[in-house]
């Protein structure tokens, strides 16, 4: 049986090309991609979170496109829409940028709420509908967002309905040292990023995304997940805690991880590992808990410490 080790590792290894130092990053974006979701990406500007979006791109075999979010950008110009064709008679759909596999959304919070509503079907059905008609995308269909968080004059926050969407919020951080310097020497002379090739088909995508639907799952992870989600929503710290949505996610991106470290099965350290990653963006701490210097992902950290690890003793 075919685990995909192989084809996992060639996309790593071209992305890695390009970015420097940040492999577990890259695993991270793999795993959303094969369990079927989509990215966030938020850091400050210049770690790489365009290009490391552009490398996984063209090291697929799919359709790929950028989308500019600026605040004047509008619903259709994403979408695509409906022209009308004087020698046929009739309207004819213009297909969107967002009508590719692969799409990064750059700087996502910078266009109006009308324009991020659009994007709601399409993340979470893959499919958009413009006057009436619905269009399917192609598989595998995947949304790399990227936004700045240190900017917000002229930014729109990502209503909650759309964060919930996405599978995963994670950040790129800065390089250290050693690997910022090799970062000089790699683009001494050109770019590696032109130099990419596919290394897997979309057909390949799909079937791993197939494969990690199959991964084992203990019934005592089961109950290890919703334990967690469920004490989001009872935690003092929390107004608004995790929807079944994340409980979901969590799963699935969790069998995806499996995958990538080589397993057939999920292990209670899969789920950990990726808790924060998976629920940081879906719940919405008290004011009271932000003014005593608290975040998301340390309410997050406290709770992971509470909930019971299962142990689990043997795999079928």
Same mark, same amino acid.
């Given at each position: ?35 079927? #979701? ?41 979408? #695509? ?7 046929? #008679? ?10 590719? +596999? ?24 893959? +499919? ?117 949505? #994340? ?70």
């Amino acid at each position: 049986m075919n685990n995909y080790q192989d084809e996992i590792s060639a996309i790593i290894k071209s992305v890695e090309s390009v970015i420097i130092g940040k492999r577990k990053v890259i695993e991270k974006v793999i795993a959303a991609l094969i369990s079927g #979701g989509h990215i966030l990406l938020e850091d400050v500007p210049g770690v790489g979170k365009t290009v490391m979006v552009r490398a996984l791109a063209k090291s697929l075999g799919c359709s790929f496109k950028r989308i500019q979010f600026t605040p004047d950008l509008l619903p259709s110009d994403v979408t #695509g829409v409906s022209v009308f064709n004087q020698k046929l #008679g009739d309207f004819e759909f213009k297909v969107g940028p967002i009508m590719n +596999q692969i799409v990064l959304a750059d700087e996502i919070n910078r266009t109006s709420p009308k324009t991020q509503s659009s994007l709601l079907e399409v993340l979470e059905e893959h +499919q958009v509908t413009v006057d009436g008609r619905t269009y399917r995308l192609d598989e595998p269909f995947m949304v790399l967002a990227t936004e700045n968080p240190i900017e917000y004059e002229g930014t729109f926050p990502l209503p909650e309905a759309q964060l919930d969407r996405f599978m995963m919020k994670i950040s790129v951080g800065y390089p250290d040292f050693k690997d910022e310097k090799a970062m000089l020497r790699r683009f001494k002379t050109d770019n590696p990023i032109n130099f990419i090739k596919p290394v897997v088909s979309a057909d390949d995508i799909i079937d791993m995304q197939k494969y990690v639907k199959g991964i084992y799952v203990d019934e005592s992870i089961d109950d290890y997940i919703v334990g967690i989600v469920d004490a989001t929503r009872k935690s003092d710290d929390i107004q608004l805690g995790a929807s079944p949505r #994340g409980s979901l996610s969590l799963f699935r991106v969790a069998q995806a991880w499996a995958v990538i470290k080589g397993r057939e099965y999920v292990l209670p350290d899969d789920v950990k590992e990726l808790a924060k990653d998976v629920l940081g963006h879906r719940i919405i701490i008290k004011p009271e808990v932000k003014l005593r210097g608290l975040t998301s992902e340390d309410v997050l950290t406290n709770i992971l410490r509470q909930v019971h690890i299962p142990v689990v003793r043997r795999y079928v």
